[in-house]
Protein backbone atom coordinates (compact mmCIF):
# COMPACT_ATOMS: atom_id res chain seq x y z
CA UNK A 1 0.00 0.00 0.00
CA UNK A 2 2.78 2.45 0.31
CA UNK A 3 4.00 1.98 -2.91
CA UNK A 4 0.32 2.92 -4.14
CA UNK A 5 0.56 5.52 -2.29
CA UNK A 6 3.55 7.11 -3.21
CA UNK A 7 2.46 7.20 -6.72
CA UNK A 8 -0.13 9.13 -6.54
CA UNK A 9 1.34 11.57 -4.20
CA UNK A 10 -0.21 10.30 -1.02
CA UNK A 11 -3.50 10.01 -1.91
CA UNK A 12 -5.83 6.80 -3.33
CA UNK A 13 -7.26 5.42 -5.90
CA UNK A 14 -10.84 5.74 -4.84
CA UNK A 15 -9.70 9.84 -3.33
CA UNK A 16 -8.57 10.64 -7.29
CA UNK A 17 -11.77 9.13 -8.61
CA UNK A 18 -14.16 10.86 -5.94
CA UNK A 19 -12.06 14.43 -6.71
CA UNK A 20 -12.16 13.72 -10.70
CA UNK A 21 -16.05 12.95 -10.05
CA UNK A 22 -16.87 16.09 -7.77
CA UNK A 23 -14.72 18.04 -10.85
CA UNK A 24 -16.78 16.49 -13.65
CA UNK A 25 -20.19 17.60 -11.92
CA UNK A 26 -18.58 20.97 -11.09
CA UNK A 27 -17.85 21.66 -14.83
CA UNK A 28 -21.09 20.45 -16.26
CA UNK A 29 -22.95 22.72 -13.99
CA UNK A 30 -20.64 25.60 -15.10
CA UNK A 31 -21.86 24.55 -18.73
CA UNK A 32 -25.04 24.56 -18.11
CA UNK A 33 -25.17 28.11 -16.50
CA UNK A 34 -22.82 29.26 -19.58
CA UNK A 35 -25.42 28.15 -21.26
CA UNK A 36 -28.08 29.52 -19.45
CA UNK A 37 -26.56 32.89 -19.60
CA UNK A 38 -25.70 32.99 -23.18
CA UNK A 39 -29.51 32.50 -23.48
CA UNK A 40 -30.45 35.26 -21.52
CA UNK A 41 -28.17 37.72 -22.79
CA UNK A 42 -29.93 36.69 -26.51
CA UNK A 43 -32.88 36.41 -25.35
CA UNK A 44 -32.25 40.47 -23.67
CA UNK A 45 -30.51 41.84 -27.19
CA UNK A 46 -33.46 40.84 -28.90
CA UNK A 47 -36.18 42.20 -27.14
CA UNK A 48 -34.00 45.60 -26.60
CA UNK A 49 -33.98 45.29 -30.80
CA UNK A 50 -37.61 45.13 -30.94
CA UNK A 51 -38.69 46.90 -28.73
CA UNK A 52 -36.42 49.71 -30.86
CA UNK A 53 -38.10 48.53 -33.67
CA UNK A 54 -41.03 49.09 -32.34
CA UNK A 55 -40.53 52.87 -31.77
CA UNK A 56 -39.08 53.85 -35.12
CA UNK A 57 -42.42 51.93 -36.66
CA UNK A 58 -44.74 54.08 -34.19
CA UNK A 59 -42.91 57.88 -34.77
CA UNK A 60 -43.58 55.98 -38.92
CA UNK A 61 -46.65 55.23 -38.53
CA UNK A 62 -47.63 59.04 -36.19
CA UNK A 63 -45.65 61.21 -39.17
CA UNK A 64 -47.71 59.29 -41.83
CA UNK A 65 -51.22 60.25 -40.85
CA UNK A 66 -51.32 56.95 -39.01
CA UNK A 67 -50.62 54.91 -42.22
CA UNK A 68 -49.23 51.44 -41.82
CA UNK A 69 -46.55 51.14 -44.41
CA UNK A 70 -47.03 48.93 -47.37
CA UNK A 71 -44.27 45.81 -47.11
CA UNK A 72 -44.63 42.59 -48.43
CA UNK A 73 -46.75 40.30 -45.86
CA UNK A 74 -44.85 38.17 -44.31
CA UNK A 75 -47.78 35.42 -44.48
CA UNK A 76 -49.79 34.85 -47.86
CA UNK A 77 -52.23 31.87 -46.22
CA UNK A 78 -53.77 31.91 -49.48
CA UNK A 79 -53.37 28.73 -49.91
CA UNK A 80 -52.64 27.49 -46.20
CA UNK A 81 -49.74 28.29 -44.24
CA UNK A 82 -46.73 27.90 -46.33
CA UNK A 83 -43.83 25.76 -45.56
CA UNK A 84 -40.90 27.10 -43.05
CA UNK A 85 -38.43 27.75 -46.39
CA UNK A 86 -41.00 29.89 -47.83
CA UNK A 87 -41.56 31.92 -44.46
CA UNK A 88 -37.43 32.11 -44.02
CA UNK A 89 -37.77 33.42 -47.86
CA UNK A 90 -40.62 35.74 -46.84
CA UNK A 91 -39.45 36.92 -43.28
CA UNK A 92 -35.87 37.91 -45.73
CA UNK A 93 -38.32 40.43 -48.08
CA UNK A 94 -40.63 41.68 -45.56
CA UNK A 95 -37.20 42.65 -43.36
CA UNK A 96 -35.15 44.38 -46.40
CA UNK A 97 -38.77 46.43 -46.57
CA UNK A 98 -39.30 47.72 -43.46
CA UNK A 99 -35.50 48.57 -43.25
CA UNK A 100 -35.55 50.46 -46.57
CA UNK A 101 -38.77 52.47 -45.03
CA UNK A 102 -37.92 53.47 -41.73
CA UNK A 103 -34.18 54.22 -43.29
CA UNK A 104 -36.04 56.49 -46.36
CA UNK A 105 -37.21 58.64 -43.09
CA UNK A 106 -33.77 58.10 -40.89
CA UNK A 107 -36.00 57.01 -38.70
CA UNK A 108 -33.77 53.38 -37.69
CA UNK A 109 -30.16 54.11 -38.17
CA UNK A 110 -30.07 56.62 -35.42
CA UNK A 111 -31.95 53.70 -32.99
CA UNK A 112 -29.81 50.72 -33.79
CA UNK A 113 -26.15 52.42 -35.35
CA UNK A 114 -24.84 50.74 -31.85
CA UNK A 115 -25.32 47.53 -32.56
CA UNK A 116 -22.95 45.00 -34.28
CA UNK A 117 -23.09 44.47 -38.44
CA UNK A 118 -23.81 40.96 -36.95
CA UNK A 119 -27.19 42.49 -36.29
CA UNK A 120 -27.49 45.42 -38.53
CA UNK A 121 -25.94 45.84 -42.16
CA UNK A 122 -28.05 49.32 -43.11
CA UNK A 123 -29.89 46.49 -45.44
CA UNK A 124 -31.18 44.02 -42.74
CA UNK A 125 -32.14 43.74 -38.96
CA UNK A 126 -31.34 40.23 -37.82
CA UNK A 127 -32.46 38.68 -34.11
CA UNK A 128 -29.70 38.01 -31.58
CA UNK A 129 -29.58 34.12 -33.40
CA UNK A 130 -29.03 35.43 -37.22
CA UNK A 131 -32.96 35.44 -38.17
CA UNK A 132 -34.33 38.41 -39.89
CA UNK A 133 -36.74 40.13 -38.14
CA UNK A 134 -40.09 40.21 -39.04
CA UNK A 135 -42.78 43.40 -39.68
CA UNK A 136 -46.74 42.20 -39.34
CA UNK A 137 -48.77 44.99 -40.80
CA UNK A 138 -52.11 43.20 -38.88
CA UNK A 139 -52.24 40.19 -36.82
CA UNK A 140 -52.23 37.07 -37.39
CA UNK A 141 -53.31 33.62 -35.26
CA UNK A 142 -50.36 31.83 -36.39
CA UNK A 143 -48.23 34.11 -35.07
CA UNK A 144 -49.37 36.11 -32.72
CA UNK A 145 -51.84 38.80 -31.68
CA UNK A 146 -51.51 41.97 -30.70
CA UNK A 147 -54.63 44.45 -29.90
CA UNK A 148 -52.55 47.52 -31.85
CA UNK A 149 -52.58 45.19 -34.92
CA UNK A 150 -48.85 45.83 -36.50
CA UNK A 151 -45.91 44.12 -34.68
CA UNK A 152 -42.50 43.37 -34.72
CA UNK A 153 -41.33 39.48 -34.01
CA UNK A 154 -38.39 37.15 -33.97
CA UNK A 155 -38.08 33.59 -34.40
CA UNK A 156 -36.45 32.90 -31.46
CA UNK A 157 -33.53 30.41 -30.73
CA UNK A 158 -34.89 27.64 -33.02
CA UNK A 159 -35.49 29.97 -36.26
CA UNK A 160 -38.40 28.81 -37.16
CA UNK A 161 -41.06 31.30 -37.12
CA UNK A 162 -44.53 29.36 -36.54
CA UNK A 163 -43.14 28.02 -33.25
CA UNK A 164 -44.28 30.43 -31.05
CA UNK A 165 -43.73 29.04 -27.86
CA UNK A 166 -39.96 30.56 -28.65
CA UNK A 167 -40.79 33.64 -30.38
CA UNK A 168 -40.18 37.04 -28.85
CA UNK A 169 -42.48 39.66 -30.17
CA UNK A 170 -42.76 43.53 -30.05
CA UNK A 171 -46.05 43.46 -28.09
CA UNK A 172 -44.59 41.39 -25.47
CA UNK A 173 -44.31 43.57 -22.07
CA UNK A 174 -40.96 42.78 -20.95
CA UNK A 175 -39.71 43.85 -24.15
CA UNK A 176 -39.92 47.01 -22.48
CA UNK A 177 -38.12 46.17 -19.38
CA UNK A 178 -34.12 47.55 -19.58
Known amino acids: MNRLRRNFGGFTL ?8 VLIILLGLMVSLARHVRLSASDQLT ?5 RLDEAMAVYIHLNDEAV ?11 GLPGEAALQRSALVNNESF ?7 GLLSDR ?10 DVHV ?10 M ?6 VGMNAKGWFFFSAGPDGRYLTRDDNLY ?3 QRATTP
Open 47 to 51: RDILH
Open 170 to 172: SYD
Open 69 to 79: PDIPPFIDDSH
Open 99 to 105: VRILNSQ
Open 14 to 21: TEMLTTVA
Open 137 to 142: AKMHPA
Open 112 to 121: VSDLSIEYYD
Open 126 to 135: FDAWGSPIVF
